[in-house]
């Protein structure tokens, strides 16, 4: 049974940092290229962050780069995104995911979700 459980949503205040992690299991995720999605209130949901599977090379939407990093961790089943700098256009719930292919227009294995709030 595949799971990707997501933490470390939280209410946090513009400028701060913070860490959410998604914890995989039942898919051989050494093979698997995670990405970080989110979805405000009343908005498509979009592409945040991805790492690739086989050269870890990471991928960004232009909002958050430079106060976004991605990571993962192979022996522990375990991707990280890194908030920094937070604004309140970040405000949405944050879903990881897992696909074969970095590119894909739509992941394989989602998440339930984590809430990340940013007040002004």
């Known amino acids: 049974q595949v799971q990707l459980v997501e933490s470390g949503g939280r209410l946090v205040q513009a400028g701060g940092s913070l860490r959410l992690s998604c914890e995989a299991s039942?898919?051989?995720?050494?093979?698997?290229?995670l990405g970080w999605f989110r979805q405000a209130p009343g908005k498509e949901r979009e592409f945040v962050a991805a790492i690739d599977w086989s050269d870890g090379k990471t991928y960004y939407e232009d909002s958050v780069k430079g106060r976004f990093t991605i990571s993962r961790d192979n022996a522990k089943n375990t991707v990280w995104l890194q908030m920094n700098s937070v604004k309140p256009d970040d405000t949405a719930v944050y879903y990881c995911?897992?696909?074969?292919?970095?590119?894909?227009?739509?992941?394989?294995?989602w998440g339930q979700g984590t809430q990340v709030t940013v007040s002004s």
């Open positions: 995911a897992a696909d074969k292919v970095v590119a894909s227009r739509e992941f394989e294995y």
């Open positions: 039942g898919f051989s995720f050494r093979r698997y290229a």
